[in-house]
């Protein structure tokens, strides 16, 4: 099962977000993105969000893209 790559990315999503100490509604609404979409991706539904959902999530966290997404 090829499911770890996209999780991973979750995964970190998930850490940097309990770090600014923000729950999932709060941060998706910080993001302006969607509760649902953030969700999905925290929990691997999503494996490849897009660029734009992506940039979002990367400024709310205060870090680059390649940050992001680098292992």
Same mark, same amino acid.
Request: no cysteine.
């Given at each position: 099962?090829?499911?770890?790559?996209?999780?991973?990315?979750?995964?970190?999503?998930?850490?940097?977000?309990?770090?600014?100490?923000?729950?999932?509604?709060?941060?998706?609404?910080?993001?302006d993105i969607?509760?649902?979409?953030?969700?999905?991706?925290?929990?691997?539904v999503i494996?490849?969000?897009?660029?734009?959902?992506?940039?979002?999530?990367?400024?709310?966290?205060?870090?680059? +893209?390649?940050?992001? +997404?680098?292992?």
């Amino acid at each position: 099962m090829e499911n770890n790559q996209g999780n991973k990315l979750g995964k970190k999503i998930k850490a940097l977000r309990l770090k600014l100490e923000l729950s999932q509604d709060e941060f998706a609404r910080k993001a302006d993105i969607p509760y649902t979409t953030l969700t999905k991706i925290e929990t691997g539904v999503i494996k490849k969000p897009s660029v734009f959902v992506m940039a979002k999530i990367a400024k709310t966290l205060n870090i680059t +893209i390649e940050e992001l +997404i680098k292992k």
